[in-house]
């Protein structure tokens, strides 16, 4: 019986983390005013820069993210790993391709200046 209450605390725990995790992109908005979020679609993404374009990694591969869906700041809550790169919006998996629709991508703000001087960023 106790080793019951054991494996679902840490079930209760496991799914509970998550969705606090994910309350760090509840207030995001794009520049129309929409939610950048919607139900668990942003997630921490590295980021680099490639000829002055944003590349974010997602699912084991680079995709070239709109200049129009970034935005530069610092998101409370954010734990770091990906040096404060965010990656928000919808994948679409198909036979032969998988396609991923931005919605918003976060960068810190020092990003900014990083790219205008040509430097790169913390993403590889």
Do not use: K
Not at 3 to 27: F, K, M
Not at 56 to 85: C, K, N
């Amino acid at each position: 019986m106790a080793s019951r209450l054991a494996v679902l605390s840490v079930a209760l725990i496991s799914l509970l983390h998550p969705a606090q995790a994910h309350d760090i992109y509840s207030h995001l908005t794009n520049a129309e005013g929409a939610r950048c979020c919607d139900d668990r679609d942003c997630r921490p993404a590295s980021y680099r820069f490639i000829a002055g374009n944003l590349h974010m990694f997602l699912d084991g591969q680079w995709i070239e993210v709109p200049h129009s869906t970034v935005q530069y700041r610092a998101l409370l809550g954010d734990t770091g790993e990906t040096g404060g790169g965010h990656w928000c919006g919808m994948v679409y998996i198909q036979t032969f391709a998988t396609l991923y629709l931005t919605r918003c991508a976060i960068l810190p703000p020092q990003a900014a200046s990083a790219q205008v001087e040509g430097l790169g960023s913390p993403g590889r």
